[in-house]
């Protein structure tokens, strides 16, 4: 990964960012089980898990760090916007991963 000033993230930074990305999917996942949530948008659950997630480790990251991890955290987002056509927050947070709940691949 490059910062927008092409100098490149150290790669335990960016080990660490998928390390997060992975668990705020599975935290999302947990709490969008529901039926209640088929009508809720999934963007904004996501950007809750994130943002406790950082906050949770927070003092274990420089201010660097940080914002680093929040750069690749939005390529993530990204990434997950590009196959589902659509921004996150057009998404239902209950059905936006039904290929992993049906087995598709």
Known sequence: FYREDG???DKET??????LW???LQETSRR???EQYKSVPLG???QNVQNELLEEQGDTFTPQQMNDLRAI??????NLEWPC???LDFLS?????????????
């Not at 955290?73 to 990204?78: F, K, L, S, V």
């Not at 947070?93 to 691949?105: I, Q, V």
């Open 7 to 9: 100098t490149i993230i």
């Open 14 to 19: 960016d080990d660490q960012a998928m390390v």
């Open 22 to 24: 992975d668990e705020i």
């Open 32 to 34: 969008t089980r529901g």
């Open 44 to 46: 904004p659950i996501v």
């Open 73 to 78: 955290m939005a390529w993530n987002r990204a």
């Open 85 to 87: 056509g659509t921004n």
């Open 93 to 105: 947070a209950r059905y936006w991963d039904l290929d992993d709940e049906k087995g598709f691949s």
